[in-house]
């Protein structure tokens, strides 16, 4: 692929500018997070170039922004961040990306690593079979029509309301678990259709459950707040999103929304990024298909929450209350939201795309559970399965800056393809073992297309948000054992 | 002659199918997508579905038509083989396609492919060969 030889001017150790010169017709200029040692891997590809892109959208504000694990991704970069305003601008599907809703959930237990290693090998089997996972993969529960409704309204109240889990995991959930607005008549037949069977499935690709162990504490009053005390315990962490529900979704409005724009005389440079404005009959219905979606994934990873539960409950032969297992917070990394900020000294109601990109507001911000309103939003960053991950909490920086927005994970750096060249999933498990983490996957080439190898090394990603301000470092942990779907 | 070739994209895979005329290329499309999910050798022809897609150009009807396999196999879980294409235009396509349902003991499943997207989406045609590139979100 072409290198991008784009300008990218330096605006301090961490910031680096696209300016609106650089093609006619951008209407904001771009801003990558990044190290200058990022910026070559950067440049490799054209994602730099889809930033400018999405400069394009109208009623965008502020700059087009990119996170550190930006990669190329369809019409909007992956870790892209664009904002536009509610009154005249656009929503667009590519800004949120086929997962709708793809996301993050961490929980926090009372069990120590030496009493989990030995028991890894029975937990994860467990596990395995207990949520249904991999390519296919059917779930567990029956849904019928009305009850597809409800899950698309009341998204992760409908599961606890079946009996998977509490109220209490809703508090410590983005939106609750339920995105607002959302319309199931706006939501095509055939994307429910490909919904009903896969409800409560973790699914394949990059999804997975991985049980961890905290390794470091940077802030312990924030660690406190989560449930964490010390090194040494451990967590689980899900990592799913809307399945084939979400991606019916977008296919749909990318392509109502590309006959809209025509109607709606707006041009963009790449299909992928069809939009409407957000007012319009179209911009509306894609907001309420959105929220559904998000909604049907957040029961995805409420269902998943419960099963897990059972599994830790059954290995290690105590009650859930002696195991913990709560959760810490759950987040959405593909998403739009509307969200109230101000820009240029005005406030202005914006629609937030965050497309790989993890929501970070700060303490005291309205939104926040009481849990955390001293200490800032939970913001969930998953390494590979080979490294580590990082917990983080949101800053005023970043509402001031990117919408109150962080990066996603490591951000890939190899294609799928080219991680499974010549590697074997038996090599990486190898390798994995070598290093104390089990891992069983559901499809075949699933472990040696997510080795290590094919990611940015997370710790970079997440190091740019600390000193850039976007975010700050809370903890971070280690896999012990890893489901892949 | 090749049927397709994997493209390399740094999340995720995309493919280039061949074909001496559009059914052919349409036909290899389909066969590369799921030769992705799956090693297809161990797939077997017990049933078929007939396939309609319908879009604004060619290269739409590329996303429309997988597209429209990969809601049969979410809802139906079938994993097809062998594709006839009957009928084909810029904007239409009709289509018989053969596979069975998953089984996961017998056929060696890979990694999903989440849906077919327009990124640098092109059919070409030169001297009577027909080329498909098409990027999955996978």
Not at chain 1, 49 to 78: C, K, R, T
Not at chain 1, 141 to 155: C, F
Not at chain 1, 260 to 280: F, G, N, T, W
Not at chain 1, 313 to 331: A, K, N, P, T
């Amino acid at each position: 692929m072409a290198r991008w030889e784009g300008p990218l001017k330096k605006i301090d150790d961490y910031r680096w500018e696209i300016p609106r010169e650089y093609r006619p017709g951008m209407r904001v200029p771009g801003l990558i997070y990044a190290s200058e040692d990022m910026l070559d891997s950067i440049r490799e590809e054209q994602a730099a170039e889809q930033v400018v892109n999405v400069a394009f959208l109208p009623g965008i504000v502020g700059h087009s922004l990119a996170m550190p694990d930006i990669h190329w991704g369809y019409g909007f970069p992956i870790g892209g961040v664009a904002a536009t305003r509610v009154e005249d601008g656009v929503v667009s599907p590519g800004g949120v990306g086929y997962d709708i809703n793809c996301g993050v959930r961490l929980l926090r237990t009372n069990l120590r690593e030496d009493e989990v290693r030995p028991k890894m090998e029975e937990l994860l089997s467990l596990l395995f079979t207990n949520v249904p996972s991999g390519l296919g993969s059917t779930g567990k529960i029956k849904v019928g029509k009305k009850e597809m409704d409800d899950i698309l309204t009341e998204g992760a109240r409908w599961a606890v309301k079946r009996g998977f889990g509490t109220e209490d995991d809703l508090e410590v959930t983005e939106e609750r678990g339920c995105l607002k607005g959302a319309d199931p008549d706006e939501v095509s037949v055939k994307a429910k259709e490909r919904g009903s069977p896969q409800s409560g499935t973790l699914g394949s690709g990059n999804h997975f459950l991985e049980v961890q162990v905290v390794g470091e504490i940077y802030d312990q009053p924030a660690a406190r707040a989560m449930g964490v005390d010390d090194v040494g315990q451990v967590l689980l962490l899900i990592h799913t999103g809307s399945r084939g529900l979400g991606h019916q979704v977008c296919d749909d409005y990318i392509r109502t929304l590309r006959e809209a724009m025509q109607r709606h005389a707006i041009e963009v440079p790449d299909r992928e990024l069809a939009c409407a404005p957000v007012k319009s009959a179209e911009g509306r219905s894609y907001l309420a298909a959105m929220a559904c979606a998000a909604n049907y994934a957040w029961a995805n990873r409420q269902c998943i929450t419960h099963w897990s539960r059972e599994c830790f409950v059954r290995v290690f032969g105590h009650s859930l209350r002696e195991i913990g297992l709560e959760v810490v917070y759950d987040v959405a990394h593909n998403i739009a939201k509307i969200e109230s900020y101000e820009v240029d000294g005005k406030k202005l109601s914006l629609c937030v795309h965050r497309k790989g990109a993890t929501r970070a507001f700060p303490a005291r911000h309205p939104s926040l559970p009481d849990r955390y309103k001293e200490v800032g939003q939970p913001v969930l960053i998953p390494g590979d399965m080979g490294r580590y991950s990082f917990v983080a909490v949101g800053t005023d920086r970043a509402v001031k800056e990117s919408f109150g927005s962080v990066c996603h994970g490591a951000g890939r750096r190899m294609s799928r393809h080219a991680a499974k060249r010549g590697v074997r999933d038996a090599d990486v498990a190898r390798d994995l073992a070598a290093k104390g983490i089990i891992a069983k996957a559901a499809s075949r080439g699933g472990l040696a297309e997510e080795a290590s190898e094919a990611y940015k090394d997370v710790a970079e990603v997440v190091e740019v948000c600390h000193q850039a301000g976007l975010c700050r470092k809370v903890l971070k942990a280690y896999p012990l054992g890893v489901v892949k779907g | 002659m090749k049927r397709f070739d994997v493209v390399e994209h740094t999340a995720d895979t995309g493919i280039i199918a061949y074909g001496t005329d559009m059914p052919e290329a349409f036909a290899n499309a389909a066969y590369g997508m799921f030769s992705l999910m799956a090693d297809l050798r161990q797939v077997r022809e017990e049933t078929s579905r007939y396939v309609e897609a319908e879009a604004g150009d060619r290269e739409s009807l590329v996303v429309s038509w997988l597209n429209e396999l990969l809601y049969i196999f979410d809802v139906e879980r079938i994993i097809f083989r062998r594709f006839d294409v009957l009928e084909i235009t810029n904007t239409r396509l009709k289509a018989d396609a053969y596979g069975e349902k998953v089984d996961p003991s017998r056929h060696k499943l890979r990694g999903g492919v989440k849906a077919a997207t327009y990124h640098t989406l092109k059919v070409a045609e030169r001297r009577e060969r027909y080329s498909i590139r098409v990027i999955f979100d996978a």
